[in-house]
Nanobody, 123 residues
Framework: EVQLVASGGGLVQAGGSLRLSCAASGFISDDYVIGWFRQAPGKEREGVSCISGSDSSTYYADSVKGRFTISSDNAKNTVYLQMNSLKPEDTAVYYC????????????????WGQGTQVTVSS
């Protein structure tokens, strides 16, 4: 069974940095995508970034381009989201999720989810 465990959230001042981790287990092939999503109070869950297991290609939402970096450590079965230059509008619960096949930004197309980790950016 696929399992994802997200960690690394916290409280940080605007301009600061955090690194989120998503530890994965139960995968049987490289045909997967791991995505990071976030959901702020009263808002829909939105895609932030994703990475493909087959070729490590990446995607970033426009709102985080140049500030966030997604990477994977295959030896540790962990995907990271390095978040720099954080803004108050980045405040949300962050989730990692996975799906088979191609990259996608619609959270409804992801099959397995980790628990959320809270990121709070103070101004």
């Amino acid at each position: 069974e696929v399992q994802l465990v997200a960690s690394g959230g916290g409280l940080v001042q605007a301009g600061g940095s955090l690194r989120l981790s998503c530890a994965a287990s139960g995968f049987i092939s490289d045909d997967y995508v791991i995505g990071w999503f976030r959901q702020a109070p009263g808002k829909e869950r939105e895609g932030v970034s994703c990475i493909s297991g087959s070729d490590s290609s990446t995607y970033y939402a426009d709102s985080v381009k140049g500030r966030f970096t997604i990477s994977s450590d295959n030896a540790k079965n962990t995907v990271y989201l390095q978040m720099n230059s954080l803004k108050p509008e980045d405040t949300a619960v962050y989730y990692c999720a996975t799906r088979r096949g191609i990259q996608a930004q619609n959270p409804k197309t992801y099959d397995y989810w980790g628990q959320g980790t809270q990121v709070t950016v103070s101004s």
